[in-house]
């Protein structure tokens, strides 16, 4: 079975460029998550999606980052203009059922902003 | 307190060595616990639940104190292949929290 696919692997852009990450959830979970990773700060939860609805964003730092889910099997997150803070691996995570279950991760995407 | 707490290591033992890892966590409502594990430069990957009565998988251990608030994992005969981050992850009001991992490093 697939597992959550993310793309790209690897993005390297320039401070104030558009970054947009991309998820395909494993078919059949209900719930999509985002995380940010970094040394200082460990896994964050950036936003999550429950039946494709987003539940909580309370992680997302500003309004600089968006996520939508449009259906059942894409999510995007997107970082307008993009800032060197926001260097870091982001990963895309689902889960069968509600927020509290074992989360599946994506392979993630490393993000350098230059 | 911060929800999840864990001891970033690094652990050095050497192959075959027993080795224990503890985590606190702030949110005594809690009600689901699992122990990840996080290679470098790879996602983190679902070890194993933990479950109020304790659980074994082999040589992984995890055990509940729902009083004191902390888990743990045990490792027994420590394999080089063992080396990564191990993540502890605990339910929280809505999400699952993420400790920032402890570190082991099995030398051979």
């Known amino acids: 079975d697939a597992g959550v696919i993310q793309s790209p692997r690897h993005e390297v852009t320039e401070m104030g460029q558009e970054v947009t990450l991309r998820c395909k959830p494993i078919s059949g979970h209900n719930s999509l998550f985002w995380y940010r990773q970094t040394m200082m700060r460990g896994l964050e939860l950036l936003i999550y999606?429950?039946?494709?609805?987003?539940?909580?964003d309370s992680g997302m730092p500003e309004d600089r980052f968006s996520a939508k889910m449009p259906n059942a099997s894409f999510s995007t997150l997107k970082i307008q203009p993009s800032e060197p803070r926001d260097s870091a691996v982001y990963f895309c995570?689902?889960?069968?059922?509600?927020?509290?279950?074992?989360?599946?991760f994506g392979s993630g995407t490393q993000l350098s902003v230059l | 307190r911060k929800e999840v707490e864990q001891d970033p290591g690094p652990f050095n033992v050497p192959e075959g060595a027993t080795v224990a890892f503890n985590c606190t966590y702030s949110?005594?409502?809690?009600?689901?616990f699992f122990w990840y594990r996080q290679d470098c430069r790879k996602e983190p990957k679902l070890l194993m639940s933990v479950y109020s009565s304790g659980n074994e998988d082999g040589r992984f251990t995890a055990q509940l104190n729902r009083a004191s608030q902390y888990i743990s994992l045990l490792i027994r005969d420590s394999k080089l292949s063992d080396s990564a981050t191990y993540l502890c992850v605990v339910s929280g009001y809505s999400t699952l929290t993420f400790g920032k991992g402890t570190m082991l490093l099995v030398s051979p």
């Open positions: 995570a689902s889960s069968l059922g509600h927020s509290n279950e074992k989360l599946f």
């Open positions: 999606f429950n039946n494709n609805v987003p539940i909580d």
């Open positions: 949110n005594s409502a809690s009600q689901s």
